[in-house]
């Protein structure tokens, strides 16, 4: 439709209540994003100085000594501090302040969900956990590129089913046409007789104009208002500006699209003026304004809808449905419990989507134990290859024999040793998801880089004879460890197929679905990895415990993930 710009349809979504009116919503753009986040960020600094300061003149501390001092579990306790604040400062906003933080309150913006309310504590956690990955490989590589693809969503927006919107839309066009023409002495048009479209044309040529100086602004208007002369009437010496808006009131009373703008503007004015009855008079036990309110919302919603379907374009309709989020915000109730949803995550979500992806997780395990394969191969047979493929430490600690295996239970370092595990192998799992988004190609990579290096270290074990002191080591851990490598892998696969082979959906559609089952991949291998760090860290290392018992915490471990992800196939089945 005449009027409408790309860039207009590009930044509104159309997002449906639960009542089933569509509002049209102005979607905030990478600049915005940009500026709010840039303010968040100097807030989280400031905050960060503040601490060090009364740290170090109030508490008397020496950052630098004790950083030098802290114990490897100290620093990873200060490192997953330091990320639980990154994510639980939005997380704060999200939920205490209706989608702002300071930085998005600042620059107009607000995070609501697919119904156009503010996201709850689960979907806030979720969009929020995923800002780790949208970092990822450095300087926010995942969400530059997803928004790239999308427009306006980074990824933790389309796995949550999340939006970020600007609240810059406000006032209609029927009021700037209304200004502008008061502005420019209130001249009227006589015989005007413009097309819904000439309409539109107007509309959009007043809104570039405005904010210019009146002699660069009527120049503007003037090529419209030449081309539409015939039907613009004649209105004495008024500016084009003038003659453009003027034109478009004298239509108000005859039908068509100045009329909808007309009785959009009016129903939003109404709603506004009702919703500031209805907030003084809260407490007061007065049922009038809540009653008011609601027949304010009814008409509203109802002119919304009707303007929807008689082809009002959504770029008119976004400060009447701003108005009506606004509506709901203030009068939305209670949030739902938080922990149902937990369970209904991990118990039904995350192994449902296990089991449906069960054949990407078989693929990536060939890819793994296939690279493995020719690692052990190389290394084997070659031992200055081996050296280069696993390094000259990890060589060094294999050919030491039974004695790398103990040290961890020699210098009692077992919670350390089990941080650092569980921190580095969570790590390679989010990296080997995130890395998906570039078609699948870097998590492929990563699985090979991954398999060559085990199938080296025990191809240099078997060399040097010391495959059993190896094998006992990693009996505990390794089967579980080795699964939830392959399930991460799988996660980054769906992230790849989205991107490469969308299908009948859109690639914003595909990333949104194919996102949400990635996450819940990466959940059962975060939830495997964590469990088995500590497996790892006080199970495996040392002699106390006989080969069996190593062998049985192995086995028992895999069977019981493999028993979670075989309850996703009644899920599966049911969906």
């Not at 006589?190 to 539109?200: K, T, Y």
């Not at 080296?456 to 074990?461: E, K, P, R």
């Not at 009644?570 to 969906?575: D, K, N």
Request: hydrophobic letters at 50%; a positive charge.
């Amino acid at each position: 439709m005449a009027g409408l710009s790309d860039d207009d349809r590009a930044t509104t979504a159309v997002v449906i209540t639960a009542e089933r009116v569509p509002l049209a919503l102005p979607l905030a753009g990478l600049g915005e994003r940009a500026i709010a986040l840039l303010v968040d960020f100097i807030i989280v600094l400031l905050l960060v100085i503040a601490v060090l300061f009364v740290y170090t003149f109030i508490g008397r501390g020496d950052l630098q000594r004790d950083v030098s001092a802290a114990t490897t579990t100290a620093l990873i306790f200060a490192v997953v501090t330091i990320l639980v604040g990154l994510v639980m400062y939005d997380v704060t906003g999200d939920l205490l302040f209706d989608g702002r933080t300071p930085g998005k309150k600042l620059a107009r913006l607000r995070v609501i969900d697919a119904h156009g309310r503010p996201p709850d504590a689960v979907t806030s956690l979720l969009r929020n956990l995923l800002r780790l990955v949208d970092m990822l490989p450095a300087g926010y590589g995942v969400g530059v590129i997803t928004m790239f693809i999308t427009g306006t969503k980074r990824l933790g927006d389309l796995v949550a089913g999340t939006m970020v919107i600007s609240e810059r839309g406000r006032g209609a066009e029927a009021r700037l046409i209304a200004l502008v023409t008061r502005a420019a002495g209130g001249a009227v048009a006589e015989g005007a007789s413009l097309s819904d479209d000439d309409v539109l044309k107007v509309i959009s040529a007043l809104r570039r104009a405005e904010g210019l100086e009146p002699k660069l602004a009527d120049q503007q208007c003037a090529r419209l208002a030449k081309s539409l002369a015939a039907r613009l009437g004649e209105a004495g010496a008024a500016g084009p500006r003038a003659r453009l808006a003027a034109a478009v009131l004298s239509l108000k009373d005859a039908g068509g699209m100045a009329t909808r703008l007309a009785r959009i503007d009016d129903a939003e004015q109404t709603l506004s003026a009702t919703l500031v009855r209805y907030m003084a008079a809260q407490g007061s036990g007065r049922i009038d304004a809540a009653i008011a309110l609601d027949a304010a919302a009814r008409h509203a919603s109802s002119e919304l809808l009707a303007a929807s379907r008689r082809g009002v374009p959504p770029r008119l309709l976004e400060s009447l449905s701003l108005s009506l989020l606004d509506m709901e915000r203030r009068r939305r109730p209670p949030p739902q419990p938080l922990w149902p949803r937990v369970v209904t995550f991990f118990g039904r979500d995350v192994p449902g989507a296990v089991w449906r992806e069960r054949q990407g997780v078989l693929r990536a395990a060939v890819v793994l134990f296939g690279s493995g394969a020719i690692g052990f191969g190389l290394a084997f047979v070659d031992a200055g290859l081996a050296r280069a493929l696993i390094g000259d430490a990890l060589t060094d600690l294999v050919e030491q024999g039974a004695r790398w295996t103990n040290d961890i239970e020699k210098n009692g370092s077992y919670l350390s040793a089990s941080l650092q595990i569980v921190f580095n192998n969570v790590g390679v799992g989010v990296r080997v998801f995130a890395l998906g988004i570039l078609g699948g190609v870097a998590t492929v990579l990563g699985l090979v880089s991954n398999g060559v290096s085990l199938g080296a270290t025990f191809g240099t074990a078997f060399r040097l004879d010391n495959h059993e002191t190896l094998a006992r080591f990693i009996v505990a851990h390794g089967p579980v460890e080795l699964s939830m490598i392959c399930v991460a892998g799988a996660a980054g696969f769906c992230l790849g197929r989205a991107v490469l082979a969308p299908g009948p959906r859109t690639r914003v559609q595909a990333l949104r679905e194919e996102g949400r089952t990635g996450l819940c991949l990466v959940a059962f291998a975060t939830v495997g990895f964590v469990t088995i760090g500590f497996v790892e860290g006080f199970v495996s290392p040392g002699i106390h415990f006989p080969l069996v018992v190593n062998a049985t915490v192995g086995v028992s471990m895999w069977l019981l993930f493999f028993g979670w992800a075989r309850l996703g196939r009644t899920a599966s089945e049911s969906r």
